[in-house]
Nanobody
Framework: QVQLVESGGGLVQAGGSLRLSCAASGSIFIFIDAMAWYRQAPGKQRELVAAITQIGSTNYADSVKGRFTISRDKNTVYLQMNSLKPGDTASYYC?????????????WGQGTQVTVSS
């Protein structure tokens, strides 16, 4: 059974840093063409925070550019978050996108809470 296990969330003061990790069990990292982090704040839609492709190309939401860094190592994806702001408070979810020919699958972590106090 495939599982994505997240860790690293918590409570931090504005200006602080956190590092999120998401590790996959099983063999889903085969044919994974992209890994990403999303977040969802109460009452808001889930939004893309950062993504990284198989070849290491990255893209970021404008709101986190210059503060967050996404990276990957084999079957683990990381999100280094610096200069955190109260507006970054949300549940953060990792996503692994698998593509095998014409078949695509998305796998999600259970979510980890990040709370930034002012």
């Amino acid at each position: 059974q495939v599982q994505l296990v997240e860790s690293g969330g918590g409570l931090v003061q504005a200006g602080g840093s956190l590092r999120l990790s998401c590790a996959a069990s099983g063999s889903i990292f085969i044919f994974i063409d992209a890994m990403a982090w999303y977040r969802q704040a109460p009452g808001k839609q889930r939004e893309l925070v950062a993504a990284i492709t198989q070849i290491g190309s990255t893209n970021y939401a404008d709101s986190v550019k210059g503060r967050f860094t996404i990276s990957r190592d084999k079957n683990t994806v990381y999100l280094q978050m610096n200069s955190l702001k109260p507006g970054d408070t949300a549940s953060y979810y990792c996503n692994f996108h698998q593509k095998i020919g014409a078949v695509e699958n998305d796998y999600w972590g259970q979510g980890t809470q990040v709370t930034v106090s002012s």
